[in-house]
C-alpha cells in the first residue's frame, strides 16, 4: 500500500486507477485483515484441520495444501482411514490413535514452554484429554497430564495440588457430573478451562449436565469451552501460557 | 371386617347383604388400604400440609382438621398471612419464619433420635435446609446442622468430616452448580440425600442445573428429591433413621 | 504423624524438616482421607468397574488390579466379549448376561441380610432391575424381586402389598410414564428409591418423562437415582439396609 | 346455490353474473364452510370467549357480540374485573371464582346428559378442574366431580371406582407427577381425558412433567390435552359424551 | 366370594378362617381387580403385545399365552422375525408389514362397527395410521382410511369433508409441522385424536414439534396421544366409537 | 478517499502521512463500511431503536440524535411513558399503544408502495402483528391488514384468499399452535414471512410450540423470525416488496 | 365451471344434476383450490418429491407420475440407490451426489434469472448449500455460489461483499455457531435467508444453537428456516427473486 | 503451624496436646488450604459478596466481616438499599448503579496493571460488561471499555481493532444471538472471554441462545462463563492479565 501511495505521489499511478486498485486490494492489506497471516506465523500452525466428517481424500488434500506453505500440522478428530492416507504423503507425521490426532512439526529444535496442566478423571475422558495435550504441545506448550483423579476419592487429587498450583493455566475434563473443575478452582490461583465430555448416560444428556455444572461453577476463574473440545481448550490453554511471565 | 363375618356366622346377616356391605366398605377396611392409617399412627403425623398456593382460609381449616385427630401438624411453604391466622386457633404452634414452616406438637416428652446430618452451602440454601431440618425433627430424628461449608473452598467441608461421618443419613442441599453432594458423597459411608435448589442465575436454570449435576454423581449411594424440595429430602432423612441401628 | 511429633519433640527432626514431610505426607495419612481405605474394607468391594465404553482388555486389565488386593469384584455394564475375557484370568467370575455384570466373590460364607426389595413393571426394564439386585448382592443385602407387576393393572402390584411393606428399603424400575414409585410410594413405610428407565419411545425422550415423574412424586419418601442407573439404585439400598435394625 | 341455478336454467341470470355470484357467495354456503353455522347451532354456544389477556371492555364487547345471536355464553379465564363488567349488561350472567368462568344460559329447561366424571387430586387442580366441569355443562352434560383423590394414598380413589366406571369419559386433572390418569386409566374402560396442571415447583417445569407422564401413560385410553386446559378437556368430554349411547 | 360367605353363613368355615382367606384372596375378587378380566371379555383381547425391544422368542411365547386364555391377539411394533416365529405356532395370524403388527382373531363373524376415520397426510406417517387402523379395526371397529390428504394443499382434504363428518371419531396422524390436526378439529364435530409422528427432520425434534402444536391447537375438541403412538390412538377411537349411538 | 489521493498525487500530501490518514479514517470510507450510510439514506430511517429495557430518558436521548441527523425515526417497544417523554421533543410523533411503537417521519409526500399483507388470527396477536405493520409503512410499503383470520375457522381465512394472494408477500402472525402460515403457504405464491407471538399458555411455552411449527411448515416459501418479532417481519417484508416488480 | 353454467343456462343441463356436479368438482375449479394447478405452471415443477425415508421404488413410482404431467422433476435426499432406479426410466435425469438431488429438466431454452446468491462457510455445510442452489436453480433462477467464507476470517468474507450486495436475495448456510447470517445481514440490504446445518458436536446440539442464533440475529432481514432444510431456502429465494425488479 | 512445630521441639508442647492442636486447627494450616489465605492476600479481597437474594442487613453483616480482616471489599449485584446500609459503615465505599457494585479499596497507591479489555455491543449489556470492569479493576487490572462496538455494523467494530489486539486478555459481552465473540475471537491474537446475557426476547430464551452460539464458536481461543456472570469474566480475566508478561 506504501509503495501504491508512493507511486501516486510519483505520479506513476492516476488517481482513479489507484482507487480503483485500492477496492480491489485483498482485505489482508487493510490492515484489519492482515492479522490472518500474522497469527499463522506467529502460532506456529496455520489453519487446523477438523477432520470429522471429512473423508480420507478431503483430509490429504487439506493437509497438503497446510503443508505446502506452513513447517506444521494438526488435524483433530480423525481416524484411522485419514491416518493411512495422510502418512503415505507425510511419513513424519504423527498418529495419537487415542486422542484422534494427526500432526507433522519440520521446525528445528523447538523449545516448548513449561505451565499447562491437563487433569482428567476416567479413562472415559481421555479422548479429549489428549487432545488438549497434543493441540497445547503443537503450539509450543510443554503439559502436564493428571490422569488419574478424580475416580477413588478426594485425596486422589489432593495429592496433586502441588502440581496444579504450579501450572500457568489447567485444563480439566470432565464427564458424568462435571464437578471436578469447580473443586480444582477452588484449589488453585491460575485460571481454569473446563471441558465437560459426552461421557455419561441418562441424564447426562450427552455432556449436558457437566456443561450446565461448570457454567454454573462456584468457583470463579473458571471459562468452558464446548462439549468434548478438546482442541479450544488446549488453543486456549496454549494462548494463555504463550503470554504468561516465566514462573 | 371381623365383626361382619361374625354376624354372617351368627346368621344375623344374609350372604347377599355381607356382599353388598363388603362392596360398599371403605377400602381402608380391606388391607391394603388399612395402611393409611397406620402411617399416620406410626409417623406421627398423619398428613403435612403444602401451604404454597393455598390462602390463610384454607390452610387455617387443613390445620384445624389435622389438629382434630392428631397431636401433631406439620404446615410447609407457608406465608406469614397463613401463619397470623393458623396461630389465631392453635398458640402452641411454632412458626420458622427462614424454613417457612408452622409446626405443633402436642405429644409429651418426645425422645429425638440422632442422625440426621443436614448440610447446605450457602445462605442462600437456607430456606430449603431448614425446610429439611425442621420435617426431620418434626419425625423425631434429632438432626445435626453444618451450615457454613462450601463457601470458602473445601477446608471448610474438610473441617467437618468427622460430624458428616457419624451420621446414620446425610442430607446436602446445594443450588448452582450443586457439586457439594458428589462431595460429600466421595467422603461419607451414609446414604447421601441430594437436594438441588432453584438458587443461581442464568445457565443455573432454576436448579436445573445442580438438579442434573447430583443426578449424575460420580459418588454412588446418592438418592435425588425435586429441586428445593426441602420437605422430602427431610421426610426421607426421617424415614431411614428411623429403621436405622442406634450407632 | 504421632510418630514424625515425637521425633520433633525429640529433637530427631527440625522444625523445617518436619514442616516440609508434612507437606509431602499422602492425604490418606491426615484423617479425611485415609477414609477411601476403611470403605473398601467396610464395603467388601473396593471399586466397581463401569464396563460400558471400556474395550475387553481394559476391562480385565482393571478387574486384575481389583482382585490383588480384593476378594470380590464387580464390573456393571459389560458386554459378551468383556466377559469371556475376564473369565479366561478368573474362572470364578459369574456372569449376568440381562444384567450385564460379572461378579467375583471369594470371601467364605457370607450371610446376606435380607431388607432389600426390588420391583419392576415390564420385561424390558428387567436390565437395570437385575443391576440393582446384582450390586445389592454383591454388597450382601438379600434381595426379594418383585417384576410381575404393573403391566396388568393395580390388583397384580396390590398382591404384593405384604412383600413391599417387609423390607427395610424398596427400589422401584420403572420407564415410559415413570409412575410405580409414586403407587409404590403410596403404599410402604420404608424409603423408596425410584429409577428412571430410558424404556419408552416419542414423548419418553429416553427416560426423561420417567425422570420427572419420579422427581415430582406425590408420595413423600422417595429418592430418584440416574436414568437406567440400576447400580446406582442398588448400591444407595444396600448403604439403608446395611444400617437398617433387623425386622 | 340451487336458487342460483334455477335463476340460471330459466334466464332469469346470466352465465357471466352466475360465475360472479359463485365466486362472492360466502364459504359458509360452499358446503364445507357452511359446517361453522351448524356446529353452532349443534353444539349450543357458537363462540366461547377465552378471557385471558383481554381488558374488561373487549371481553364484555366479545359477550355482548355472541348474545346477540344466541341464548348462551361462555367466558373463560375471566377475572374479577372482566365479570363485573359483563355482568352490569348480562344480570343472568352466573360467575365461578375458582374457575374463573363466566356463563350465560337463556334456554328453557335444558335436560343436560350424564355421562361425564371430572376427578381431581389436590385443591391446587380445582381451578382447571372446574373450568372442565364448567364448560362440560355448558355443553349440556351433567358432570359428575369426584375432587378428593389422589391426596390421601390410593384408598380414596378405590373407593370411587364404581362412579368412574359409571361415566362414558372420564377427566382426570392432575399436576406435580400426573399420575392419577395412568391409574384411572387401569381401572376404567372409557376414554380417559388427561389434564396437565402447572401446579408443582422445581422438576415439575409448570406442568412439563405431569404432561409427559400422561403422553407416556402406560393404561391405553387416554388422550392428553395442553396444561391448564379445563376448558379443551371439558368440551372434549361433552363431544363424547353427547354422541354416546345412553347408559 | 359369594361361596365363602355362604360358607360362613352356613358354619362351615369359621370366622378368622375366612377373614385370612379374604386377605390372601386374589384381589380380582375384590370388586374393582375383578374389572381386568371383565375388560379383556368385554374389549375382544385381553392384552396387547408391545413387540419393540423383544426377541422373537419373547413375543411367541407372550403370544402362546394370549392365545391359549383368548381368541384374538394383537401385537404391535413387530419385525418380521418375530413374525414369521409368530406364525409358525399361529397359522392363522395376519401380518402387516406397514403398520408392523399381527393379529389373530378366532371369533366367527364378527360385524365391524362404523365409525373410526383415520387421516393422515404423507407416506411417512403411514405405519402409524395403520397401526391405528389395525387396532381399532381388532376392537370391533370399521375404519375408514383417508391418507391422501395435506400433501397437494387444502383441496384434497377439502375434497374429504363429508367423510370425516361422518364420522363417530377421527383420528388424526401428522409429523412436520402437526398442522392436519388443527385444520381437521375446525371442520368436524366429531372428537380428534391427534397423533403426533417422529416424521420430520432439523427442528422438528423427532416429533416435538408435532406434538407441541398438536396440544396448542386452537380448535377444540382435540385430544394428543403420545408421538407415534398409533395403537393408543386406535385403543382410543375404538373405544369411544364402541359407546356411540349408531349413526 | 479521491480527494486524499488527488492531494498524495499533487505533493500535497506526503506518502507517510497518507497512510497514516489511511489507517485511522473512518472505515465507512474503504468500501464496506460506506455501505452503513448508503442504507440509511436508501432505506428511510437510519436505525431503530429498540425500547424495551430502556429508560424514558435514554429513549428520548437516542432519538433526538437520530433526528438531528434524519428525516424519519421509529422507536419500537415503547411505553406510554417513554413516548410522552419523546413528545415533547418531537411533537409530531405518532404513538401506537397497541403497537407500541413511535414514528416520526417528516419527509414530504411519500408514496408507499402496495404488496405488503400483514394477516393474523386473534386479538392478543395484534402488539406483533401491527408492530410488522408500523414497521413495514415506516419503509414505504402500504400494508393491507387482514385480522380476523383463524378465529372462528377456515372460512374466514378463505374469504381472503384474493388479498392474500395479490400480495408481494405475506406476513402471518399467530400464537398457541401457529398453523396460519401453514396454512397461507399453501394458498399463496409469494413468500411467507412467519412470526410466532408468545400468545398461549401450558405446553405453548411462550411461544416455543408455534416457532417450532412455522420452522417445520410443510408448506415452502416460508421463512421465521423470532417470537413476538413483529419488527424484524415488518423489516423483512418491506426489504422484499422494495425490490418486487409493480405487479 | 362457465361451460357448466352456459348449459344450464341453455337447458342442457338440469339444476339438479348441476347442483350434483358442483358438488363433485374438483375443489381446484371453486376458485381456492384452483391456484395448485396455477403454481404448478407457473413455478416450472409441480411437486417436489422429498426422498428421505422413501425406497427406491416409491420414488420412482412418484417420480414417473410427476414426469407424466409435468416437464419439470425436483427429488431431493436422494441417496445413490434411488437415483439408480429413477435414471432407468429418466436417462435425461441429472444427480448432484452431495446435494442429493436428482433433476429433470424438458422444456426448451430456459433463461435463468440472476439474483440469488448462495453463502456458506464450511466443507461440511456444501450438501445444505448445494441443496439450496439446485433448487432455486430448478425454479429458473441463476445462482452465485460464495463458498469460501467463514473459515479463515471475516477478510473472505469481506473480499465478497460486491457479490454479496449484488444479489436480489442471499441465502447463508451456518452450522456451529451460525454466525455467518449475521454478519452477512449487517453487509447487505437484500433479504437474508438463513439455514442452520446440524454440522457441529456437543452444545451445537444437532443444530439447534445455530438456528437460535440466527432466530436472534442483531441484524434486522433475516428470514430463518428448518435446520438442513436447504430445499425451503432455494425455494424461498428463487420465489423472491422470481418477483424482483430486474436490477 | 511452624510456630507449633518449634514450640514442640523445644518442648514447650507436648506430642498429645500438639496433635489435637493440629486435628482442630483450620484446615488452611495444612498446606492445600492453606492456599485460601494465600489467595486472599495474592488477590487484594479476601472474598466476593454476591449481594443478589440477600437483605441489606445480610449485606452489610458480610462486608463488615470481610472489612474487619481486608483492606478491600467487593460486592455484586446489590440494590440501592443494599449500597445505603453499606455506606453508613464504609463511608468510604464507592457504588456504580450500573454495574449493580460496592467496592472498597482502602490501601494505598495501587497501580493498575494494563492489559485487560472489555467490549460489549449494546446498552442493555452494560450492567453485565460493567460488574466485568469494576471485578477486574478490583483485582487490580487497568480496564478499557470498547462499549459502542457491534450496534451499528461491522465498520465500527473494525474501528476498534488496534485496541483489541493490544490487550493481553478480551472480555466479550453479548445478548440476543451472542455473536460478537466469534468475531471478535477471529481478529484477536489474546484468550477471549464471551460473556452471554440474558438481553433479547423470545427464542433468545433468557441467555440461552447467545450462550450455545459462543460454545459453539468457530474462532478457537474462546472461553465462556455463565450467563449475564460479569464478575465470573472480570475475574477470569484478570486472573489471566496478573501472570501475563508486560507487553
Redesign the interface.
Known amino acids: 500500500?506504501?509503495e501504491l501511495?508512493?507511486r501516486?505521489?510519483s505520479?506513476e499511478v492516476?488517481?482513479?486507477k489507484?482507487?480503483d486498485e485500492?477496492?480491489t486490494l485483498?482485505?489482508?492489506d487493510?490492515?484489519?485483515?492482515r492479522?490472518?497471516h500474522?497469527?499463522s506465523v506467529?502460532?506456529g500452525f496455520p489453519?487446523?484441520i477438523f477432520g470429522?466428517?471429512?473423508t480420507p481424500q478431503?483430509v490429504v488434500k487439506l493437509a497438503e495444501a497446510v503443508l505446502k506453505r506452513s513447517s506444521q500440522l494438526l488435524v483433530t478428530r480423525v481416524d484411522e482411514a485419514a491416518w493411512e492416507a495422510v502418512r503415505e504423503g507425510a511419513p513424519d507425521a504423527v498418529y495419537d490413535a487415542v486422542a484422534r490426532t494427526v500432526a507433522v512439526d519440520r521446525r528445528k529444535r523447538v523449545r516448548k514452554k513449561p505451565g499447562v496442566t491437563v487433569a482428567c478423571?476416567g479413562?472415559?475422558d481421555l479422548p479429549v484429554a489428549l487432545e488438549a495435550c497434543v493441540t497445547a504441545e503443537a503450539m509450543d506448550s510443554e503439559v502436564q497430564r493428571i490422569f488419574d483423579v478424580?475416580?477413588?476419592?478426594?485425596?486422589r487429587l489432593?495429592?496433586h495440588?502441588e502440581a496444579l498450583?504450579s501450572a500457568?493455566?489447567v485444563v480439566v475434563v470432565a464427564g458424568?457430573?462435571?464437578?471436578l473443575p469447580?473443586?480444582v478452582g477452588?484449589?488453585?490461583?491460575?485460571?481454569v478451562?473446563a471441558v465437560?465430555t459426552?461421557?455419561?448416560?441418562?441424564?447426562?444428556?450427552?455432556?449436558?449436565?457437566?456443561?450446565?455444572?461448570?457454567?454454573?461453577?462456584?468457583a470463579?476463574?473458571?471459562?468452558?469451552?464446548?462439549?468434548?473440545?478438546g482442541?479450544?481448550a488446549g488453543?486456549?490453554a496454549a494462548?494463555?501460557n504463550k503470554?504468561?511471565?516465566p514462573?
Chains 1, 2, 3, 4, 5, 6, 7, 8 share one sequence.
Open positions: 500500500m506504501r501511495l508512493r501516486v505521489g505520479g492516476g488517481v482513479e489507484a482507487l485500492l477496492k485483498p482485505f489482508e487493510l490492515g484489519f485483515a492479522l490472518d500474522h497469527r506467529r502460532k489453519e487446523v470429522q466428517g471429512k478431503q478423571a479413562t472415559a478424580g475416580v477413588a476419592g478426594l485425596h489432593l495429592g495440588v498450583r500457568n493455566v458424568m457430573d462435571g464437578v469447580s473443586v477452588g484449589l488453585v490461583e491460575a485460571p478451562i465437560p459426552s461421557v455419561g448416560y441418562g441424564a447426562s444428556f450427552d455432556g449436558l449436565a457437566a456443561l450446565l455444572t461448570m457454567l454454573n461453577s462456584c470463579p476463574g473458571v471459562g468452558v469451552v464446548n462439549i468434548d473440545n482442541f479450544g488453543y486456549l494462548t494463555i503470554s504468561a511471565k514462573s
